[in-house]
């Protein structure tokens, strides 16, 4: 102590204030330095934790749960057509591209397809395809979707159904009260039993048996007995084979590559298939939305054009 007080007394003044003065500052530098030294790891510790990614929670991942059925646009309707009653075995079931094949009663197979709008009943109760199973007794009402052949509604264990189908007649055997005709949804010919009580009709008028003849285009009414026997209740003559027909409507359909002109009858509000002669140049007016009269002939299998008009609307 007495050496120092010694130092100090020998040094000048000006040289004392400096040994002072850095003495603070450098005291005053370590503590700030230490202070941070202890500050910081406390610090870089919570940076970590701010960064670190959040887990959810069960609740969370629930309440973003999508159904994926939800994200599939919605279905058209079924369109409102006379179906054409198949009734067979069920052979095959496809539930990957959703589409059933019967064994027709009468012979033959046929594929037909199905979605969730088609309707399945099991003793008269709603069911679903899932009920469906290989060998059992189906009856489906199919309609005819494009090019592919629907099933609006499947019924199982069918006691006594019902059906609208339409095609061209083949072959009428009155001893046998057996009609035979071929349906443009089925790939084999349609049998159906004429009994006493089954009604013919043309133009709403009743109409006797021997009207039933090959080529002719009906429409017909059946009921099915459960073993694969079709009843037809009623026959509709549609037309005969040589038989001319007009209609006026407006035109919905033209392709002139195949001739095919779809007009919408302005008479019974049906649409109907016509082909134009090929050898005959089609007006300029011809186009869809066009009003049109048009004298056909009955071929026996199609309605073909023999004049045809466009009207003034």
Partial sequence: MK?????????????????IGFTGISYTQTTADSSAAIVSPKSAAKADAAIEPRKPSISEDAAVTVDPASLLPDLPPVPRENATLVGGTIEHLDHVRDRITVHVFGGGKQTILFDPRTAVYRDGKPASVADLHEGERVYLDTILDGSTVFARSMRLDAARATGQSQGVIVKYSADRGELTFRDALAPNTVQVRVTSGTKVKQNGRFASFSELVPGSLISVGFSSDGAGKNTANEISILALPGTRYIFAGDIVHIDLRTGLLVLNSSTDLKTYEVYLNPSATPDDGLHAGANVTVLTTYDGTRYVVRSISINSR
């Fill in 3 to 19: 050496i120092v007080s010694t130092i100090f007394r020998t040094l000048p003044w000006a040289a004392l204030v400096g040994i």
